[in-house]
């Protein structure tokens, strides 16, 4: 069974950085696109960055350039560097794998970490 695990959420102040991490199991990650997801309290989720298994990534037009997602397909882990985070960044982050030609509907998710932004 696949497993999905965030890991590196917490509280720091605007400005501040951070390192998520998800480490996951199964044969699929290779070939997987991993992508970190947030919801923030009252919001829809909505996807944060992605990366296919080849490394080519995206990011949502309000990260660009502060985020960083990246991939270790020898270790099956996901990592997510964010830096010069702002209070709307404040959510919780969920780690999601897709294969593609797969329905979304058999999508992996992980549990979700809190990050925190705030003075």
């Known amino acids: 069974q696949v497993q999905l695990v965030e890991s590196g959420g917490g509280s720091v102040q605007p400005g501040g950085s951070l390192r998520l991490s998800c480490t996951t199991s199964g044969s699929f990650f290779s070939i997987a696109t991993m992508g970190w997801y947030r919801q923030a309290p009252g919001k829809q989720r909505e996807l944060v960055a992605a990366v296919t298994g080849g490394g080519r990534s995206n990011y949502a037009d309000s990260v660009e350039g502060r985020f960083t997602i990246s991939r270790d397909n020898a270790k099956n882990m996901v990592y997510l560097q964010m830096n010069s985070l702002k209070p709307e960044d404040t959510a919780v982050y969920y780690c999601?794998?897709?294969?593609?030609?797969?329905?979304?509907?058999?999508?992996?998710w992980g549990q979700g970490t809190q990050v925190t932004v705030s003075s």
């Open positions: 999601n794998a897709h294969t593609i030609g797969i329905p979304r509907e058999y999508d992996y």
